[in-house]
């Protein structure tokens, strides 16, 4: 066992826990952040992902040992941030939520690349957002939505 302290959505947090735990696994059973999904389990999907130190990740394939000292911000945390405001805001303006499972992942890529990226291409929002699976209809509205925003934070 080791203890892990990270941030959490702006938290302090302190977890102990096997070391080969997913960070998925310490998001939605230690600490009840279960919006961050479980698609596939092997990072091909996007379902599990989370915004790290900046950076979109596929929590189910970071361990506890690698989250010490870390940022970590969940969809929980989307609403006290502006670019995930505004995000959240754009998807449900352009019917981008869909059945909802794969949206949070969806949303974390989105506020990763706005925020690297104030004003992303139409491909550059596609290519942000590859590592994201939806089985539900399409993709359109989802880029649609990350577009409005990304023209909504520019002004």
Do not use: H
Not at 66 to 71: D, L, P, S
Request: charged share 25%; net charge positive; proline share 3%.
């Amino acid at each position: 066992m080791i203890k892990v302290r990270f941030i959490a959505n702006g938290k302090r947090v302190e977890v102990e826990t096997s070391p080969t735990r997913t960070l998925l696994d310490i998001l939605r059973e230690d600490l009840g952040l279960t919006g961050t999904k479980e698609g596939c389990a092997k990072g091909e999907c996007g379902a599990c992902t989370v915004v790290m130190d900046g950076k979109a990740v596929t929590s189910c394939l970071v361990l506890a040992a690698q989250i010490e000292g870390r940022k970590i911000l969940t969809v929980e945390g989307l609403a006290e941030d502006r670019i995930g405001k505004a995000l959240q805001d754009a998807f449900v303006e352009a019917g981008a939520v869909q059945c909802g499972y794969c949206i949070p992942g969806f949303l974390m890529s989105a506020r990763a690349l706005l925020a690297e990226n104030p004003k992303p291409r139409p491909e550059e929002i596609k290519e942000g957002l590859s590592g994201n699976i939806c089985r539900c209809t399409g993709y359109v509205k989802i880029f649609d939505a990350v577009a409005l925003a990304a023209q909504r934070l520019a002004r």
